[in-house]
């Protein structure tokens, strides 16, 4: 019997301490998160509940040239989490932090490998396109099901449908809009948020047939 109960106290023990470190490196309490939106618009309406999940995203948008000028063909991002940083001083610049790093990483370099210099080595997921259930064009997708606490559960993601658009209040013909949209598959939130873009847009013009661009980009996400 001795053995048999020493190792289920080690057993509990490990559980217990690996599920302790795991909240507070990766899910820190969103209870008391507050989305800031900027106070003069109508288009992004945060929701009364606190958010579920608060992400840095680092990646690129990507663009075709259509006639002569660019048009979105969708985007590819690392999501990290931010929820531990909430509530200290390094939140409000994260995703300026990041973007710096970032544009100047040389080629090849992982959009998650930026997350580590910036406080965020927690990486929950992927943001990218997928074709959108009707068939026809692209959807946002923010996918948890193959990395972080939620691998291997099939439903952790979310499938968006714009519903709110506004130009980043700083600087937009640089940073990406600011968007709310609502869920239209998945499990993982009913509402997701682009805010504090960094970047991301394309120049204004392009000449005929020149080939597809990337443009690096962070921004937050808030997932609700
Ligand atoms: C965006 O471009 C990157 C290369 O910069 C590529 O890896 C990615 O698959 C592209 N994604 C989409 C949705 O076009
Ligand atoms: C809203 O406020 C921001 C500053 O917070 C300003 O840059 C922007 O021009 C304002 N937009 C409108 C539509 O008034
Ligand atoms: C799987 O993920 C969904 C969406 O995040 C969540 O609601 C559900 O509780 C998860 N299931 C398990 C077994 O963890």
């Not at 990646?59 to 002569?68: A, E, H, L, P, R």
Request: charged share 15%.
């Amino acid at each position: 019997m001795f053995p048999v109960r020493l190792l289920t106290v080690f057993l509990s023990a490990a559980v217990l301490v690996s599920a302790h470190a795991h909240r507070k490196v990766a899910d820190c309490d969103t209870s008391t998160s507050v989305m800031d939106l900027p106070a003069n618009q109508t288009a992004l309406v945060a929701p009364a509940t606190p958010p579920l999940f608060i992400l840095l995203g680092v990646g690129v948008q990507n663009y075709t040239c259509s006639g002569t000028t660019f048009a979105s063909i969708g985007a590819v991002a690392s999501l990290m989490d931010i929820s531990c940083l909430d509530h200290t001083p390094e939140f409000a610049t994260v995703q300026t932090r990041a973007f710096e790093i970032w544009d100047r990483a040389p080629a090849g370099t992982s959009a998650t490998s930026i997350g580590a210099h910036v406080g965020a080595p927690h990486l929950d997921g992927f943001h990218y396109f997928v074709t959108s259930p009707s068939g026809t064009g692209l959807s946002p997708k923010w996918d948890f099901t193959s990395t972080g606490r939620f691998a291997g559960n099939a439903t952790a993601f979310v499938l968006g449908a714009k519903v709110g658009d506004i130009l980043a209040p700083t600087d937009p013909a640089t940073n990406i809009d600011w968007l709310e949209l609502t869920a239209v598959e998945g499990d993982l939130a009913s509402t997701v948020f682009r805010i504090d873009t960094v970047n991301g847009q394309p120049p204004t013009s392009c000449v005929a047939g020149s080939p597809d661009i990337s443009v690096k980009y962070t921004s937050k996400y808030y997932l609700y």
